[in-house]
C-alpha cells in the first residue's frame, strides 16, 4: 500500500491552517517564519519557494532572505541577530547546504534556539538524545507521523536505517529507538547491508543515492520509508528505493515524490506554529 506523505501532510495543513486563524483574534498576530537562502543552488531555490507557498497556504507569515553566493559568514551571522532579535520572528531557518566559505556550524549555532524550527541547534540535538523538551526535526518527525498514520507501532519491531546523517539517519534512529523498535543503524559502506536490511520490518532509507535498495533486499511485509530525492540515468526524479522491485514486497512504501518530501514542510509548519505558541505564555 502506497503511505502517501501528500495525502497526511494535507490533513496536518488544514489542522494547522484553522488553528492559526484563531491566533490573530487570540495572541495579535499569525506565526512568523523567517528563511535564509544563500546562492543560487537550484534544488534550495526550489524548496526555499516551496516552504514560503506552505506558509501562505496555512496563514503562517513568510519572510525570505536572499543572500547572494559569495556572501561572507559574519554577513549571514549578522542577518541571523537581527532575526534572533525580533520579537515579532517566531522561526529561523538557514537553508543547506550553504556556500563553503561559510562553516555550517556556526550557522546553526547562531541561530537563537527557541527559534531554530530545524531542531538542527545543538542545544535542541542533545535535548532531543536526553529526552528532554525539544524542537524535533522535520524529516524524522515527519516519518514518525506517517508510521502512526499506517497504524504501524514501532515497539518490539526491528528497524533499520540506512544513512547517518545530522538531519535525518542519527535523530530518525533516536526516535525509533524511543518508540521502543530495535534500531540498527547503517550505511552505504556496511559489509553485506543486504543481510541486514533483509531483518528490517521498518526500513528507512536516508543514504542519498538512487535507487540503491532493490527488491532482494527487503522482506514481504516490510514497511519502506524512502527520503531519498534522486535522478536516474534518465534524468527522472526518484528516490534511494528502487520503486518497481521492492513495492510488490513491502507492506506499506513511501513514493517519490509525494511521499517524505510532503511532510518534511508540514512539519516544519508544526514547528513555527510550537515555536509561536511557545512565546505566548
Ligand atoms: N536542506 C535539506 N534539508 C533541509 C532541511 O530540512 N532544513 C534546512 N534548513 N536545509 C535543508
Not at 537550484?42 to 507557498?53: C, E, G, L, T
Not at 499506517?150 to 529507538?177: E, F, M, Q, T, Y
Not at 513514493?255 to 505564555?281: D, H, R, W, Y
Request: hydrophobic share 45%; charged share 20%; with cysteine.
Amino acid at each position: 500500500m502506497i503511505l502517501s506523505g501528500k495525502e497526511v501532510s494535507s490533513a496536518l495543513r488544514a489542522g494547522l491552517a484553522a488553528q492559526v486563524a484563531t491566533f490573530p483574534e487570540k495572541y495579535g498576530r499569525a506565526p512568523h517564519l523567517a528563511v535564509i537562502l544563500v546562492g543560487d543552488n537550484p534544488a534550495s531555490q526550489i524548496y526555499v519557494r516551496n516552504k514560503a507557498k506552505a506558509c501562505e497556504s496555512i496563514g503562517i507569515t513568510n519572510t525570505t532572505i536572499t543572500m547572494p553566493a559569495d556572501s561572507t559568514e559574519e554577513a549571514v551571522l549578522a542577518e541571523i541577530k537581527r532575526l534572533n532579535e525580533d520579537s515579532g520572528v517566531d522561526g529561523i531557518l538557514v537553508q543547506l547546504p550553504v556556500p563553503k566559505q561559510i562553516n555550517t556550524a556556526r550557522i546553526i549555532e547562531a541561530i537563537a534556539r527557541e527559534k531554530d524550527v530545524d531542531g538542527f541547534h545543538p542545544g535542541n540535538v542533545a535535548a532531543l538524545w536526553q529526552k528532554m523538551p525539544c524542537m524535533v526535526p522535520c524529516t524524522p518527525k515527519g516519518i514518525m507521523k506517517l508510521l502512526a498514520h499506517a497504524g504501524v507501532d514501532p515497539k518490539g519491531k526491528r528497524a533499520v536505517v540506512i544513512g547517518r546523517s545530522n538531519i535525518v539517519g542519527l535523530p530518525v534512529a533516536k526516535l525509533l529507538l524511543d518508540a521502543n523498535a530495535t534500531v540498527t543503524m547503517c550505511h552505504t559502506r556496511t559489509v553485506d547491508l543486504p543481510s541486514i536490511t533483509r531483518q528490517a520490518e521498518i526500513l528507512v532509507v536516508a543514504a542519498g543515492a538512487a535507487k540503491m535498495v532493490t527488491g532482494d533486499m527487503v522482506s514481504d511485509g516490510c514497511v519502506v520509508i524512502d527520503v531519498g530525492m534522486d535522478h536516474d540515468a534518465e534524468g527522472k526524479l526518484c528516490g534511494d528505493v528502487d520503486y518497481d522491485s521492492v513495492a510488490p514486497k513491502a507492506s506499506w512504501i513511501t513514493p517519490v515524490p509525494g511521499g517524505v518530501g510532503p511532510m518534511t514542510i508540514a512539519c516544519l509548519m508544526e514547528n513555527t506554529v510550537e515555536a509561536f505558541l511557545a512565546k505566548q505564555k
